[in-house]
């Protein structure tokens, strides 16, 4: 027997279909984040907010969310892009905090700089 893998539309049908529990769970996530940090009122507005300007900005679309150490690598090279741009942190300086090559760190600013240049957020 031949293993057919679903069709796009399928795909789309489904996470609609499981999207009501997903939001569940991303509100959740969100707010338990911030419960420490704020009041408990405050991290479930908060957490309402940012989970909704997720949806606006990518509903619709299915993306990928890196976990672990992909998700590590890819706070840690923002990170790097913003203290480049708004504080001008020198190549030497950010290389030296993040125990990377200067080499490195030149390449995850232009990486960066592609990125936002496509008008992802900063």
Do not use: C
């Not at 911030?34 to 907010?49: D, I, W, Y």
């Not at 030296?96 to 232009?110: A, M």
């Amino acid at each position: 027997m031949k293993n057919v893998a679903p069709s796009e539309n399928e795909l789309q049908k489904d996470a609609r279909h499981q999207w009501p529990s997903a939001l569940v769970d991303l509100l959740d996530v969100a707010a338990q984040s911030l419960k420490g940090q704020m009041p408990e009122e405050q991290a479930e507005r908060v957490s309402a907010t940012v989970i909704a300007a997720i949806a606006n900005y990518h509903g619709g679309r299915m993306f990928y969310l890196p976990k672990g150490q992909g998700l590590d690598r890819a706070l840690r090279n923002r990170a790097i892009y913003r203290a480049y741009k708004h504080t001008r942190e020198s190549i030497i300086e950010l290389a030296e905090q993040h125990r990377l090559s200067e080499q490195t760190v030149y390449k995850i600013i232009e990486e960066q700089r592609a990125l936002h240049k496509k008008g992802l957020p900063t």
